[in-house]
């Protein structure tokens, strides 16, 4: 997918006729990622600091919490995830 950011200017003569119309497409693409990746990085920081300061909450609070947090900031569509404790990749 591509973002693209499109101007036109409408061009009229003496008499305020259009007489054409210029434009300029601009493809915006990786400031739309770049972007987006601030706003997931801002995400995680919220996310690990809320989990910071859940120290008197219960396990199970702080298991919701993080999956709440990990299946918004994954953006599943599922609402799962797996935490794969193996310390050797599959």
């Known amino acids: 997918m591509r973002w693209v950011d499109d101007r036109t200017f409408i061009r009229r003569d003496n008499n ?3 007489t054409h119309y210029q434009g300029i497409i601009l493809d915006i693409t990786k400031r739309k990622k770049a972007e987006e990746n601030l706003y997931l ?3 995680r920081l919220e996310a690990l600091l809320k989990l910071n300061q859940m120290t008197g909450s219960s396990l199970q609070e702080i298991t919701d919490f993080a999956h ?3 299946v ?4 599943s569509k599922l609402g799962r995830f ?3 404790s193996s310390p050797y990749p599959n």
Do not use: G, P, V
């Open 68 to 70: 709440e947090e990990a």
């Open 41 to 43: 990085d801002e995400s």
């Open 72 to 75: 918004k900031l994954t953006k």
């Open 82 to 84: 797996l935490i794969n």
């Open 16 to 18: 305020n006729k259009i």
